[in-house]
């Protein structure tokens, strides 16, 4: 990984920050982010198997969604909402997901979302201050332009397009991202919902392809291997009472592999070292796991390419 690069020039060509948001980005329920990884634990995984682009974190997940979402919306509570969106991830993400055997849908911690939101202090202060309510923000899923059921396209989805084909798949550079934000629009949907859409077939197809490079990894051998592996460690060590599921949230991802390399534990050891270690060549699943599906599929100018 080339850990002197950043997503900076990314989130310099969304825009400024709008100053209303800055204050709370140093909520802490949302700077924790910064040391939870956009994918997944993986960096920590064998080099062999992931050669990740950029560094990437859930924070920077959560402040280009916002970015994105002020954008095309000028909206204040939809772009809190997008910036709060992640804040119930712990640490390995989706790892935790295969933990709770939640393969599909991949959301078994949102359930914390309204939880962490009430219980901040700090946050519902600040929304006072904006003459706003925890109530106008708590639910990102009613704002589609947010986060809309698939295939439909939204602010949460191009951006992790976008992140994704950056830092795993390399199939996207940065100097192309600026023509791709000018040919977002927001659009009528036949939902009668607003929507992300594209101005141009070509863009269409183009995201279209780097969604598919994304959904072949995701259903890979390889990548389902190494989730199921960071799963069972993370089960393993929370079984042994190593660490809390509440540590999942309380932690870096850091402290915890520092702990559980720290164990005199040699089944623990064993999987570690095969969790850093492994090969391409000895990786093997008998079944892979009914993973989610990511189908896109654009409007076009309001239409449907397909």
């Known amino acids: 990984m080339t850990r002197n690069k950043n997503i900076k020039e990314y989130i310099d060509v969304l825009g400024d920050i709008p100053q209303f948001l800055e204050k709370y980005l ?74 709770n055997k939640d393969y599909e849908n991949q959301e078994s911690t949102e359930e914390k979302t309204e939880s962490i939101l009430k219980n901040c202090k700090s946050l519902k202060k600040l929304l006072k201050e904006d003459d706003l309510s925890l109530d106008d923000i708590l639910d990102f899923k009613k704002f589609t332009i947010v ?50 859409g594209v101005t141009t077939p070509e863009l269409a197809i183009k995201l279209c392809d780097l969604n598919r490079e994304i959904d072949i990894l995701c259903h890979s051998n390889e990548d ?17 009472n190593y660490i809390t599921y509440d540590n999942l949230y309380e932690y870096t991802e850091e402290k915890l592999m520092k702990i559980l390399y720290s164990k005199d534990d040699t089944a623990l050891k064993i999987l570690l070292n095969l969790f850093k270690t492994v090969t391409l060549d000895e990786i093997s699943i008998k079944e892979l796991p009914k993973v989610k599906i990511r189908d896109i599929n654009p409007l076009v100018n309001g239409t449907r390419i397909k």
Do not use: Q
């Open 26 to 99: 140093k909520l802490r329920i949302l700077t924790r982010l910064k040391k939870v990884g956009y994918f997944c634990g993986m960096d920590y995984a064998s080099p062999h198997v992931y050669m990740f682009e950029y560094k990437i974190s859930r924070f920077d997940h959560s402040l280009t969604t916002a970015l994105m979402t002020w954008k095309y919306s000028k909206d204040k509570k939809a772009t809190l909402a997008a910036l709060f969106h992640d804040v119930s991830t712990p640490c390995f993400s989706h790892v935790i997901d295969y933990m």
């Open 147 to 196: 986060d809309n059921h698939r295939p439909k396209l939204c602010a949460d989805r191009v951006d992790g397009l976008i992140l994704t084909s950056l830092g795993w798949t390399k199939t996207l550079s940065m100097s192309e991202i600026p023509d791709i934000l000018k040919n977002i629009k927001v659009m009528k949907n036949e939902d009668n919902e607003k929507e992300l």
């Open 224 to 240: 389902n291997y190494m989730m199921e592996l960071l799963a069972e460690i993370t089960k393993y060590s929370i079984d042994k």
